[in-house]
């Protein structure tokens, strides 16, 4: 019985160290149970984590042979028919290094990278990360995505924004369009490249040689950022900004626009044309060069249809030709011009028609020229001024030869006024008057002049350039030549009247025929002023049958009536 109590102590210590065991093995599971919820939660967080961030790894789809050896590389070694996938990208290859920790591929041999059914892209090296979606390919690269082509060395792309890029050369075919540069950029959700250096695109019919070139694959549009070239079997183009349809070949030209065909060169500040019109519009500063013609056309807008060339020009619009080793001008609020054939051409001008050259000027309403005929024609009230002279009538005829200005024919009521000295404080005039005049003309000087029908004339008799007298003549027709542009000898081919005064009985003031008018001031000076506004010009240009033989009368009546006061005197 004494050893009852011990046995009672014993049984007591192993139901409490059953008790301990039992609370340590809990409490061990609560702590694991807590460890456990922790990293459920941290792995949620990482994978939400992932999700936002949208990175996917690369997965292996197929391989031959697979080898791992930590010891070697961190990398899957992936040997034959290699296919894997990354984000919807499938890449083809025979081998590749895959770092799975750093979700990145290495791939060599028969590289095909394929995005959906639009775009592929082939070479024999890659570099390819997962978590940036690019891709850089080397090795005779090939880009497609439906008819486009891209070749080049080495090719970086951007499988996430379907975006291709090279950096040393690449040629780009799109059916009939070849396109080289030495940097380009393919843009794939838009349609659209952009190249710099070196940018050529090859047609069948034009070559285009750009610095800075941007091509839309959608409406087939090409835009220069730089200076660029368009050269064809039949023009020539430059600038340094603009765009060209290659589909419907149209384009519009701007910065130093220039247009050069056979025989002509248009230019200006901006440029339209349409190559299958053979159709042009340029503004603003044009120029339109006609080498075969050896004129020039300028003005703020033109209208030029090459196939038949034919010009409109509007806005401070002149035309330029070389006549008499000298450039004759013609201004007008529009001109007309256009080619006869491949040596004669035609011009229309129509308002506010001025002429300027050097030795004689003129302006018109209206003014037609042909270098077929030769002829330049003046209408509505034209005058027309030589050196200290001038010339009206209803129309006046300018005919040329071997580009030199041969005679000059005025008609109806034709008016020639001639100042004898610029010098004298009471000017003094020569006149000649008549149905019509004809001056002719040897190297630039008049030589002849014919007056037809009801023929006038009043000039001062000189002598060493010093007048003595007033000659007045009427007779139906005279012919006066010139020497040193004075007049040195008459003739009349009917019955004459007519006498000389002497300058001491001769008013000089009033020694006029009827219908003068000195506009001589109202003459361009130089081209620069055949835009200006013109003065409002009144010329007398009615019937001059009766009112000519009058004005010589009068003119009669007081002068002997001076000299009835002289003989009183």
């Known amino acids: 019985m004494w050893l009852f109590p011990y046995v009672i102590i014993v049984f007591f210590y192993y139901y409490l160290l059953i008790y301990i065991f039992i609370f340590l093995s809990l409490n061990s599971f609560a702590q694991q149970k807590n460890k456990s919820s922790l990293v459920t939660t941290k792995t949620t967080a990482a994978t939400t984590n992932t999700v936002n961030n949208k990175v996917k790894t690369i997965q292996i789809k197929n391989a031959n042979t697979m080898r791992y050896d930590r010891a070697i590389s961190d990398a899957n070694f992936l040997i034959g028919n290699v296919v894997c996938e990354h984000d919807g990208t499938i890449l083809n290859c025979d081998t590749a290094l895959l770092y799975e920790k750093e979700n990145r591929l290495e791939a060599m041999g028969h590289i095909l990278i394929s995005k959906g059914d639009s775009i592929t892209v082939t070479g024999q090296k890659l570099f390819y990360d997962g978590k940036t979606k690019l891709a850089t390919l080397s090795g005779s690269v090939v880009c497609t995505e439906k008819d486009m082509v891209l070749t080049t060395s080495l090719l970086t792309f951007d499988v996430g924004n379907s975006i291709a890029n090279y950096y040393d050369g690449g040629t780009i075919v799109n059916k009939e369009n070849t396109l080289k540069s030495k940097n380009g950029h393919y843009y794939s959700l838009s349609k659209e490249l952009a190249f710099h250096y070196n940018v050529e695109l090859l047609n069948p019919n034009y070559v285009i040689n750009s610095d800075t070139l941007l091509y839309n694959t959608l409406n087939k549009t090409a835009y220069f950022l730089g200076p660029s070239i368009i050269t064809s079997k039949n023009d020539y183009i430059y600038c340094r900004n603009g765009w060209y349809n290659t589909d419907k070949e149209q384009a519009q030209f701007s910065k130093d626009a220039l247009l050069v065909t056979k025989d002509q060169k248009l230019k200006g500040d901006s440029l339209f044309y349409d190559r299958t019109k053979q159709f042009g519009r340029a503004f603003k500063n ?265 004005s010589v009368e009068e003119i009669k009546g007081k002068n002997n009536k001076k000299k009835k006061e002289n003989k009183w005197n």
């Open 286 to 550: 044009v120029v339109l060069i006609d080498t075969g013609q050896k004129s020039v056309l300028y003005g703020d807008y033109i209208e030029y249809h090459q196939k038949n060339s034919h010009a409109l020009v509007t806005k401070k619009a002149t035309y330029a030709r070389i006549i008499d080793n000298d450039t004759l001008f013609i201004a007008a609020d529009t001109l007309l011009h256009f080619n006869i054939d491949s040596v004669n051409n035609f011009l229309n001008a129509y308002h506010h028609v001025k002429l300027y050259k050097k030795d004689i000027q003129a302006q018109a309403d209206s003014a037609i020229g042909s270098t077929k005929d030769s002829i330049i024609q003046l209408f509505k009230t034209p005058i027309f001024w030589g050196k200290h002279s001038q010339a009206t009538a209803k129309t006046i005829k300018v005919f040329l030869k071997d580009s030199t200005i041969k005679s000059i024919r005025f008609e109806g009521n034709a008016f020639l006024i001639q100042l004898v000295d610029s010098l004298d404080s009471v000017p003094k005039f020569n006149q000649l008057l008549g149905k019509s005049i004809d001056a002719f003309f040897n190297k630039d000087t008049l030589r002849k002049a014919i007056i037809k029908g009801n023929a006038q004339i009043l000039y001062y008799v000189t002598n060493k350039n010093k007048p003595l007298g007033l000659n007045k003549t009427t007779c139906e027709n005279i012919n006066l030549w010139f020497s040193n542009n004075t007049i040195n000898r008459i003739t009349t081919t009917t019955e004459t009247d007519g006498n000389v005064d002497p300058l001491k009985d001769v008013d000089v003031n009033n020694a006029r025929l009827k219908g003068f008018t000195w506009l001589y001031k109202n003459r361009p000076k130089s081209r620069f002023d055949l835009h200006l506004p013109e003065k409002e010009v009144k010329v007398d240009i009615k019937s001059n049958e009766n009112t000519s033989l009058k």
